[in-house]
């Protein structure tokens, strides 16, 4: 037997499409596959019923429908009725087709995700057309990742060198009692380490600037911390757990560093010590900051313009260690300071804590960075190459990884040049639907708030941008390796962790001289690559929507409307709707810009009783199979249902969307001929796991959306008998 996992098909001459559906089944070429899904097609259209409006197109014949296509039937288990269970109709059999992985939670639709782009973007990167600048350089990147033996072989010899060299970089905890004070200057340290991306203390990155619009200043906020804030500051028993925990790990690392005559009593007092700033660091920053990176996005607040005032700083000289030689801006250029209390305490702090205390902190901060890219047997399960079970999860899903973070737009671009990409041309169109259809929402409930917030709402959702998937810039490949030769020098397949320090200095050094922002008109990428989930971010008011999302079985750009909008609009529609509710203190303007907002109470409460409508479904239950009586579809311990309010008002958004801006045919094969039932299979397939419980927080989620939609009842058949039978009698707008 052999796993589509495994299977390659040829279409259309050369162009190679990797299949990850999960079911085994033997294949003799895209053409038995074919026929194969067209059979199952009829099959599935007989169990699933006719649909109720003739459909006179053919389905999607492609690879990529039929990828998609598959993925989602193999996760179907039409035995059971969906008007009674819909997670158990739609994702029943979908942990027959995946093994829940050695250790882990739970394998979900998200895993799959993860799983076939990091697959196909080892198979692209391994392929990666070597005549290129960018093929060439991300292939050694990957390949150094790749290659155990050397990485083993060096040790910790490369981190020693960095921070035992001598020169303006020497740890004192490793040199003991011959650490020379007069090797260190903050401003030199500070700025080796920023050029890594490594952001002790504070921040510096490019901004608008607020004094004369369409230009570009320097800009400075507070960063710095190891963990996250309240981790430091809490008393909690969980806090002090983790700090205990995060200090450990320190120490340890330290000793497996291997440094002969290292005393780990020595150590600990240096760990020990460096904890105390960092808690006092912590008791001063701020609980959240502007983010702001590109000359496009909005007006900064709060900011004021000075030297950067640190106690023992330098800003000439660290300006000019930071940028590339020859390429650093005039150090008398305005520089906004963000978050002028922390920079004040700050330069206080700095003047009271001995400078072997801070040189032991910004040391510790780069090997606690750094660890991931360490040997295994060095930083332990943090480290890039852990001992996984290969067979579960493979080295080169870490190595993909970090290929993506290092080297975001030549891993793209591998994928694009080998097809294993989708087009997000669809996916722009599926945002900007489901952007006028929540502006509509947001008028038909403005009755109920002030002139003024739905004004402040609509603006909001009028002014959301995409960043969805990658920059499109990245479709032009000449484009790609004119920004690749801007290194000015190669990488070696034998060298990972050098690799890594060159390319983190490259990235910073783009960021700093607004490499991409030229490519781009303006609109910064780099501020998202890492992420591993969707965001919404506030500053800028964009959505990020990571590569992976662009597979199946949520998207493919040959799928029709129904499925497309079901799927991904589905989950974007959901960062949408949290997009109105985020940070109520700022709202935006008609020219885009970001302003303080101090909502009422009296809309705040108006505007939860909205979302409130769907609490209609608090009464729905769904019937399970192997059990005795239905479940209710809300939690317990006073949960109700409104914490389904998200996935239900985000999935009614991309439905009202869809049926607003479907175009062309809305089959696909072997789903049913019933474009509703499309979309609501497609909106199922974020739900999926393995972790089967009747209970389980998704099979609420999922069920709830499905009883909160007349269209559900209706195409799927529902009796007024069965659990999820919706009469259409409430209708919600949010």
Same mark, same amino acid.
């Given at each position: 037997?052999?796993?589509? %996992?495994?299977?390659?098909? *040829?279409?259309?001459?050369?162009?190679?499409?990797?299949?990850?559906?999960?079911?085994?089944?033997?294949?003799?070429?895209?053409?038995?596959?074919?026929?194969?899904?067209?059979?199952? $097609?009829?099959?599935?259209?007989?169990?699933?019923?006719?649909?109720? @409006?003739?459909?006179?197109?053919?389905?999607?014949?492609?690879?990529?429908?039929?990828?998609?296509?598959?993925?989602? @039937?193999?996760?179907?288990?039409?035995?059971?009725?969906?008007?009674?269970?819909?997670?158990?109709?739609?994702?029943?059999?979908?942990?027959?087709?995946?093994?829940?992985?050695?250790?882990? !939670?739970?394998?979900?639709?998200?895993?799959?995700?993860?799983?076939?782009?990091?697959?196909?973007?080892?198979?692209?990167?391994?392929?990666?057309?070597?005549?290129?600048?960018?093929?060439?350089?991300?292939?050694?990147?990957?390949?150094?990742?790749?290659?155990?033996?050397?990485?083993?072989?060096?040790?910790?010899?490369?981190v020693l060198d960095l921070l035992n060299?001598?020169?303006? #970089?020497?740890?004192?905890?490793?040199?003991?009692?011959?650490?020379?004070?007069?090797?260190?200057?903050?401003?030199?340290?500070?700025?080796?380490?920023?050029?890594?991306?490594?952001?002790?203390?504070?921040?510096?990155?490019?901004?608008?600037?607020?004094?004369?619009?369409?230009?570009?200043? #320097?800009?400075?906020?507070?960063?710095?911390?190891?963990?996250?804030?309240? %981790?430091?500051?809490?008393?909690?028993?969980?806090?002090?757990?983790?700090?205990?925990?995060?200090?450990?790990?320190?120490?340890?690392?330290?000793?497996?560093?291997?440094?002969?005559? $290292?005393?780990?009593?020595?150590?600990?007092?240096?760990?020990?010590?460096?904890?105390?700033?960092?808690?006092?660091?912590?008791?001063?920053?701020?609980?959240?900051?502007?983010?702001?990176?590109?000359?496009?996005?909005?007006?900064?607040?709060?900011?004021?313009?000075?030297?950067?005032?640190?106690?023992?700083?330098?800003?000439?000289?660290?300006?000019?260690?930071?940028?590339?030689?020859?390429?650093?801006?005039?150090?008398?250029?305005?520089?906004?300071?963000?978050?002028?209390?922390?920079?004040?305490?700050?330069?206080?702090?700095?003047?009271?804590?001995?400078?072997? *205390?801070?040189?032991?902190?910004?040391?510790?901060?780069?090997?606690?960075?750094?660890?991931?890219?360490?040997?295994?047997?060095?930083?332990?399960?943090?480290?890039?190459?852990?001992?996984?079970?290969y067979d579960k999860s493979p080295l080169?899903?870490?190595?993909?990884?970090?290929?993506?973070?290092?080297?975001?737009?030549?891993?793209?671009?591998? $994928?694009?040049?080998? +097809?294993?990409?989708?087009?997000? *041309?669809?996916?722009?169109?599926?945002?900007?639907?489901?952007?006028?259809?929540?502006?509509?929402?947001?008028?038909?409930?403005?009755?109920?708030?002030?002139?003024?917030?739905?004004?402040?709402?609509?603006?909001?959702?009028? !002014?959301?941008?995409?960043?969805?998937?990658?920059?499109?810039?990245?479709?032009?490949?000449?484009?790609?390796?004119?920004?690749?030769?801007?290194?000015?020098?190669?990488?070696? @397949?034998?060298? !990972?962790?050098?690799?890594?320090?060159?390319?983190?200095?490259?990235?910073?050094?783009?960021?700093?001289?607004?490499?991409?922002?030229?490519?781009?008109?303006?609109?910064?990428?780099?501020?998202?690559?890492?992420?591993?989930?969707?965001?919404?971010?506030?500053?800028?008011?964009?959505?990020?929507?990571?590569?992976?999302?662009?597979?199946?079985?949520?998207?493919?750009?040959?799928?029709?409307?129904?499925?497309?909008?079901?799927?991904?609009?589905?989950?974007?529609?959901?960062?949408?709707?949290?997009?109105?509710?985020?940070?109520?203190?700022?709202? !935006?303007?008609?020219?885009?810009?970001?302003?303080?907002?101090?909502?009422?109470?009296?809309?705040?409460?108006?505007?939860?009783?909205?979302?409130?409508?769907?609490?209609?479904?608090?009464?729905?239950?769904? #019937?399970?199979?192997?059990?005795?009586?239905?479940?209710?579809?809300?939690?317990?311990?006073?949960?109700?249902?409104?914490?389904?309010?998200?996935?239900?008002?985000?999935? +009614?958004?991309?439905?009202?969307?869809?049926?607003?801006?479907?175009?062309?045919?809305?089959?696909?094969?072997?789903?049913?001929?019933?474009?509703?039932?499309?979309?609501?299979?497609?909106?199922?397939?974020?739900?999926?796991?393995?972790?089967?419980?009747?209970?389980?927080?998704?099979?609420?989620?999922?069920?709830?959306?499905?009883?909160?939609?007349?269209?559900?009842?209706?195409?799927?058949?529902c009796r007024s008998t069965d659990p999820?039978?919706?009469?259409?009698?409430?209708?919600?707008?949010?």
């Amino acid at each position: 037997m052999t796993s589509l %996992d495994d299977v390659e098909m *040829t279409v259309s001459g050369s162009t190679r499409y990797s299949l990850n559906v999960g079911k085994e089944c033997v294949i003799v070429g895209a053409v038995v596959f074919s026929v194969v899904l067209n059979v199952a $097609l009829i099959a599935t259209v007989g169990v699933l019923g006719r649909d109720k @409006a003739a459909h006179h197109h053919s389905p999607c014949q492609s690879a990529a429908c039929i990828e998609t296509a598959a993925a989602v @039937a193999n996760s179907l288990n039409t035995s059971h009725p969906a008007c009674s269970d819909f997670y158990e109709y739609s994702c029943g059999d979908y942990k027959l087709h995946h093994d829940t992985e050695e250790g882990s !939670y739970s394998y979900t639709v998200w895993t799959d995700l993860l799983e076939t782009y990091s697959k196909r973007m080892k198979n692209s990167i391994e392929s990666a057309d070597k005549s290129t600048k960018y093929g060439r350089e991300v292939n050694a990147l990957f390949t150094s990742c790749m290659d155990l033996i050397a990485i083993n072989a060096s040790d910790s010899q490369p981190v020693l060198d960095l921070l035992n060299n001598g020169d303006a #970089l020497q740890w004192p905890t490793l040199v003991g009692g011959g650490w020379d004070r007069k090797n260190y200057t903050l401003a030199t340290w500070l700025a080796k380490l920023h050029s890594l991306n490594i952001n002790s203390l504070f921040t510096l990155t490019k901004g608008p600037n607020p004094l004369k619009p369409g230009d570009v200043a #320097l800009k400075v906020f507070p960063s710095g911390l190891n963990m996250y804030r309240w %981790d430091y500051v809490s008393t909690s028993d969980y806090a002090k757990k983790r700090r205990e925990q995060y200090q450990s790990s320190m120490i340890d690392l330290v000793m497996k560093l291997g440094v002969p005559g $290292l005393n780990k009593s020595d150590v600990t007092r240096d760990v020990r010590d460096v904890f105390d700033f960092e808690v006092e660091l912590a008791k001063m920053t701020p609980d959240w900051r502007n983010d702001i990176y590109t000359a496009k996005q909005l007006r900064v607040r709060g900011l004021y313009n000075d030297r950067l005032p640190l106690a023992g700083f330098n800003w000439d000289t660290y300006v000019k260690a930071l940028y590339p030689a020859g390429k650093s801006p005039d150090p008398l250029s305005l520089v906004f300071v963000e978050d002028q209390p922390y920079f004040q305490n700050l330069s206080t702090l700095i003047a009271v804590t001995p400078p072997r *205390t801070l040189a032991n902190y910004m040391s510790q901060s780069l090997v606690y960075n750094f660890a991931d890219h360490l040997p295994e047997h060095i930083s332990g399960q943090i480290s890039a190459h852990k001992n996984y079970n290969y067979d579960k999860s493979p080295l080169y899903y870490q190595c993909a990884s970090v290929a993506e973070k290092l080297m975001p737009w030549a891993s793209v671009r591998t $994928l694009l040049d080998a +097809n294993l990409l989708a087009d997000k *041309t669809p996916a722009i169109s599926v945002f900007e639907s489901l952007k006028s259809t929540l502006e509509s929402a947001i008028d038909a409930v403005s009755g109920t708030l002030s002139p003024e917030f739905t004004t402040r709402l609509k603006n909001r959702a009028h !002014y959301l941008r995409e960043k969805l998937g990658y920059p499109s810039w990245l479709l032009e490949a000449k484009k790609v390796d004119e920004y690749y030769n801007k290194m000015g020098f190669s990488l070696d @397949a034998k060298d !990972y962790f050098g690799n890594v320090m060159a390319m983190s200095q490259f990235r910073k050094s783009n960021v700093l001289l607004s490499t991409e922002e030229q490519y781009t008109d303006g609109e910064g990428w780099d501020t998202f690559y890492g992420d591993s989930e969707a965001s919404y971010y506030l500053h800028g008011n964009q959505i990020y929507i990571p590569n992976w999302y662009l597979f199946a079985p949520v998207y493919s750009h040959q799928m029709p409307d129904s499925f497309n909008y079901g799927g991904m609009g589905t989950w974007v529609a959901y960062y949408m709707v949290y997009a109105l509710e985020d940070d109520y203190r700022q709202y !935006y303007d008609d020219k885009g810009q970001i302003l303080p907002l101090n909502i009422s109470e009296a809309d705040a409460n108006a505007y939860q009783e909205i979302k409130n409508c769907n609490n209609f479904i608090a009464n729905k239950t769904y #019937l399970p199979p192997g059990v005795d009586k239905p479940l209710p579809i809300g939690f317990g311990s006073g949960m109700g249902v409104e914490t389904l309010h998200y996935d239900i008002i985000s999935a +009614n958004m991309a439905y009202k969307a869809w049926k607003s801006n479907k175009k062309g045919s809305q089959l696909a094969p072997a789903l049913p001929p019933d474009a509703d039932k499309t979309f609501f299979l497609a909106v199922s397939q974020f739900y999926c796991s393995t972790r089967y419980s009747p209970s389980s927080y998704y099979h609420r989620l999922l069920n709830g959306i499905a009883a909160s939609r007349v269209e559900f009842t209706s195409a799927f058949g529902c009796r007024s008998t069965d659990p999820l039978y919706n009469d259409g009698s409430t209708v919600c707008y949010l």
